[in-house]
């Protein structure tokens, strides 16, 4: 996913005459990033809970739905330059 989303920039880049690099995070780069967001989210979903906020819960979801998706990403991930 992050292959595309860089040559979708890298199109548009092109077509506006401007030179903006995007990074290419690596694997563990991408493990770190997957952590931090299941532990935010999960805080935010049990805040929500005790609390009785839906928007906290909503956004704890948010926050766990992202981390499954960079740890599915970083599963496909080769660390080559």
């Known amino acids: 996913m992050v292959k595309e989303v860089n040559r979708a920039c890298e199109k548009l880049n ?3 005459g ?3 690099s995007l990074s290419n995070p690596k694997k563990k ?3 770190a990033a997957s952590v931090c967001n299941f532990v935010v989210g999960a805080g935010l979903v049990a805040a929500g809970v005790v609390f009785s906020s839906k928007w906290c ?3 704890g ?3 766990l739905v992202s981390s499954v998706v960079l740890h ?3 599963g496909g991930k080769s660390d080559e330059k």
Do not use: N
């Open 29 to 31: 780069t991408l493990k």
């Open 72 to 74: 599915q990403e970083k």
């Open 18 to 20: 401007v030179s903006v």
């Open 61 to 63: 979801g948010i926050g």
């Open 14 to 16: 092109e077509k506006l």
């Open 57 to 59: 819960a909503v956004l």
